[in-house]
T-cell receptor
Framework: DQQVKQNSPSLSVQEGRISILNCDYTNSMFDYFLWYKKYPAEGPTFLISISSIKDKNEDGRFTVFLNKSAKHLSLHIVPSQPGDSAVYFCAASAFNSGGSNYKLTFGKGTLLTVNP | ETGVTQTPRHLVMGMTNKKSLKCEQHLGHNAMYWYKQSAKKPLELMFVYSLEERVENNSVPSRFSPECPNSSHLFLHLHTLQPEDSALYLC??????????????FGQGTRLTVV
């Protein structure tokens, strides 16, 4: 049973437009969420995170929104650039639940293609 | 460069071989992980080491055997693998004791092919 779901396997946008990547989760114990970016033949690299005490976190062109009631988060990239083309993974952890709070549960990823 | 180095980057092995994957981090982190990424599947957590002690084994077959001799090094020993074990194996590390939340830093992975 997948606890973190990225229902869109791929997304294609034009350079300069907004990219919106979506992620849903089912485990109500999750309280910390992360986005990772992965290029081919490389490991995932951390992009941005958000804790459940916030509903928005912004870092340059990247903004993550969290809707706890809907158990949904999204990553907005604006403006999108061709170099943003990669697989984006959503991940979650139950940081404040104790035990293995450092364990990340990942979604399957969404392949973003930004066309020039 | 994330500070987590994995070797080898590519490995082809027969089903009767024994090989080891190596992971090294000099970030001062105290947790290390092995993940498996198969095609069209989420990253699957295999093993977690916290302060060099294994704290989690996610029902991984015994043909995969991890070893963590110190907080900077992590190995994954492989023996009598099956073709379905072919995947990208990723090592990661993270600091355990942060104010809020931790992000894992990943290595580049070892692309394993079992023939």
């Amino acid at each position: 049973d997948q606890q973190v779901k990225q229902n869109s396997p791929s997304l294609s946008v034009q350079e300069g437009r907004i990219s919106i990547l979506n992620c849903d989760y089912t485990n109500s114990m999750f309280d910390y969420f992360l986005w990772y970016k992965k290029y081919p033949a490389e490991g995932p690299t951390f992009l941005i995170s958000i804790s459940s005490i916030k509903d928005k976190n912004e870092d340059g062109r990247f903004t993550v929104f969290l809707n706890k009631s809907a158990k949904h988060l999204s990553l907005h990239i604006v403006p999108s650039q061709p170099g943003d083309s990669a697989v984006y993974f959503c991940a979650a952890s139950a940081f404040n639940s104790g035990g293995s709070n450092y364990k990340l549960t990942f979604g399957k990823g969404t392949l973003l293609t930004v066309n020039p | 460069e994330t500070g987590v180095t994995q070797t080898p980057r590519h490995l082809v092995m027969g089903m009767t071989n024994k090989k080891s994957l190596k992971c090294e981090q000099h970030l001062g982190h105290n947790a290390m992980y092995w993940y498996k990424q198969s095609a069209k599947k989420p990253l699957e957590l295999m093993f977690v080491y916290s302060l060099e002690e294994r704290v989690e084994n996610n029902s991984v077959p015994s043909r995969f055997s991890p070893e963590c001799p110190n907080s900077s090094h992590l190995f994954l020993h492989l023996h009598t693998l099956q073709p379905e074990d072919s995947a990208l194996y990723l090592c990661a590390s993270s600091p355990l004791f942060e104010a809020y939340g931790t992000e894992a830093f990943f290595g580049q992975g070892t692309r394993l092919t079992v023939v």
